[in-house]
């Protein structure tokens, strides 16, 4: 007797879900402080489903803009329908508000009071007012003069050699913050 067995189908992840939090100066304790140019009532944490470069469904938050909460849950939930995978997702206090540790973890996040990293004069970068942010920072680096940042996303400085994670023209990625 043969019997036909169906092949393993994958598991599809757990739906998209997104909550939108209120924040406190408390709950920034290295991301924000008094003369940034938005204050925490104008900030939220954005509480959301993203796929990980393992597969599987997991919980980050995001600290935004509040202007730009529907925007961001937007974009997030075209990624997770398309399967972008993101390495993980918290804010930038959880790394004592270092851009450099949080980028060298491949993290994903959005707000933290900073100047740009851009040369020129002394400007507010778009971090600080919740409204940037990086995505997959080893596949897509800060790369200014030839100099790559984090220096851990040296391969990833050659952008012709797209792999998954990273923003490319006519990507998902692109297409979705477009």
């Known amino acids: 007797l043969m019997v036909a ?11 998209f879900v ?3 939090e209120r924040v406190t100066a408390a709950q920034l304790p290295f991301s924000w402080h008094r003369g940034c140019p938005v204050g925490p009532v104008q900030l939220r944490r954005v509480r959301l489903r993203y796929l990980g470069f393992d597969g599987k469904a997991h919980l980050g938050q995001l600290i935004v803009s509040a202007r730009v909460t529907d925007d961001v849950i937007t974009v997030f939930r075209t990624l997770y329908g398309a399967r ?9 206090d959880v790394f004592h508000g270092s851009d450099s540790r949080s980028t060298a973890a491949d993290n994903t996040s959005s707000f933290n009071c900073r100047y740009a990293v851009t ?21 897509n680096p800060y790369i200014q003069s030839g100099r790559v940042s984090p220096s851990n996303a040296k391969a990833y400085a050659d952008r ?3 792999r998954p994670g990273m923003a490319f023209e006519g990507g998902v990625l692109v297409r979705a913050f477009t």
């Open 5 to 15: 067995v169906p092949a393993a189908v994958p598991l599809s992840p757990a739906p």
């Open 18 to 20: 997104a909550r939108v």
């Open 84 to 92: 972008f995978p993101i390495r993980q997702m918290r804010p930038v």
């Open 119 to 139: 040369p020129g004069a002394k400007h507010w970068s778009m971090h600080a007012s919740g409204e940037a942010i990086d995505i997959n920072t080893v596949e």
């Open 160 to 162: 012709a050699n797209v």
